[in-house]
């Protein structure tokens, strides 16, 4: 079964520090990965995904993501963090052998960046 | 903004009552997807249709039913309300039924059952 894991409820870190929110996932076959933002009170956002190919994933607002098939993760980083940047993360997952449309998301991981 | 409308914002009813949620997919898009959010099971995926055709199913209680209309607008009916069925429910939407395709939320809609 597809399942997604964020370890951390709670991610705080200082402004213009480097950030990482992390994901790992179980799939069954080859996994698409997906990393959303929601800012308080509105719908998701998309940032990046990983279909094939590099691991470095760039995506919007100049975050990136690493996929790792070893270690089954795909990590969200940021070199530089913003106040702009606290928000709810969530990390999603497509099984690819699956013949129908169903993204698991992770539970969401709070980033609070102090100024 | 993402192109997906989603009506009401809030809605605020009585146990045992039936609501109807309204979505209107980005222009062009023929999937839409329903979500429930709520603090205790997080983000939940209800269902999936494709140009008026159910393609998918997740933890969709069996009061709840979908549809998607010929314009592409789909709504979701939930009846016999309970308090836990107070969530956050949003739709998404995408081009496409591909796997592979980023989906585009809208801004929920936030139900509260009194």
């Known amino acids: 079964a597809q399942s997604v894991a964020q370890p951390e409820d709670q991610v705080n870190v200082a402004e213009g520090n480097p950030l990482t929110v992390k994901c790992t996932y179980s799939?069954?076959?080859?996994?698409?990965l997906f990393w959303y933002v929601q800012y308080p009170n509105r719908g998701l956002q998309f940032l990046l995904k990983y279909i094939t190919g590099d691991n470095l994933v760039k995506g919007s607002y100049g975050f990136e993501a690493e996929f790792n098939k070893s270690q089954t993760s795909f990590h969200l980083k940021k070199p530089s963090a913003l106040v702009s940047d606290s928000a709810l993360y969530f990390c999603?997952?497509?099984?690819?052998?699956?013949?129908?449309?169903?993204?698991?998301f992770g539970p969401g991981t709070s980033l609070s960046v102090i100024p | 903004d993402s192109g997906v409308t989603q009506t009401p914002k809030h809605l605020i009813t009585a146990t045992g009552q039936r609501v109807t949620l309204r979505c209107s997919p980005r222009s062009g898009d023929l999937s839409v997807y329903w979500y429930q959010q709520s603090l205790d099971q997080g983000l939940q995926f209800l269902i999936h249709y494709y140009n008026g055709e159910e393609r998918a199913k997740g933890n969709i209680l069996e009061r709840f039913s979908a549809q998607q209309f010929p314009d592409l607008h789909s709504e979701l009916n939930l009846s016999s309300l309970e308090l836990g069925d107070s969530a956050l429910y949003f739709c998404?939407?995408?081009?496409?039924?591909?796997?592979?395709?980023?989906?585009?939320f809208g801004p929920g809609t936030r139900l509260t059952v009194l």
């Open positions: 998404a939407s995408k081009m496409g039924g591909d796997l592979y395709n980023e989906q585009f």
């Open positions: 999603a997952v497509r099984d690819i052998k699956t013949s129908y449309d169903k993204v698991i």
């Open positions: 799939v069954s076959g080859n996994p698409y």
